[in-house]
C-alpha cells in the first residue's frame, strides 16, 4: 500500500527487491501499474508515476538505521525532523526550494542535525521544542 504523511508534499515507496502491483482505483474502473526491483512509485498532487531509483544507500537507509535524505527540500527533511525527534516545525516567509542533504544513523542528536543544515545554507532558529526555518 502507497501511503504517507498529511504533512509531506509526496507519497513515495521504493522496491528494493521482487515486483508489486500498485492499486489505482479510479472513479470508473481500477487499473493496476506494475513495480520492479529497483524502482520508486511516487505520488504527487494525485499523479502517480514509477521511476528507477537512483540512489540505493538512500532507499535502504531505514532499514540500516539511518536517516538519509539527499538533495530534498527542507520541507520534507523537517517533515521527517518533526516525526523522529517531536519536535514542533514552523516556516517564515521566503523559503527556497533550496535542496539539502542529510545523512546521519538513528539516535543523532537534533542539534548535529540543524548544525548540518545549516552548513549547507539553511537559516534555522531552534528554541527548545520548535525549529523555526526562516528565509534562506
Known sequence: MLTGFNDEPAIRAR???GSAGILVKGQFFDSTI???SGQQASLINRQLSVKPVLDNAEALSLKNGEI???DVSIQIIMALVSRWYDVEVRYGSGITENKYTVRVPFGTDLS???ESLKS???????????VTIIKS
Open 34 to 36: 506494475p513495480i520492479q
Open 68 to 70: 538519509y535524505t539527499k
Open 15 to 17: 522496491l528494493i527487491k
Open 120 to 130: 549547507q545554507g539553511a537559516h534555522i532558529i531552534r528554541d527548545g521544542r520548535v
Open 112 to 114: 548535529s542535525i540543524v
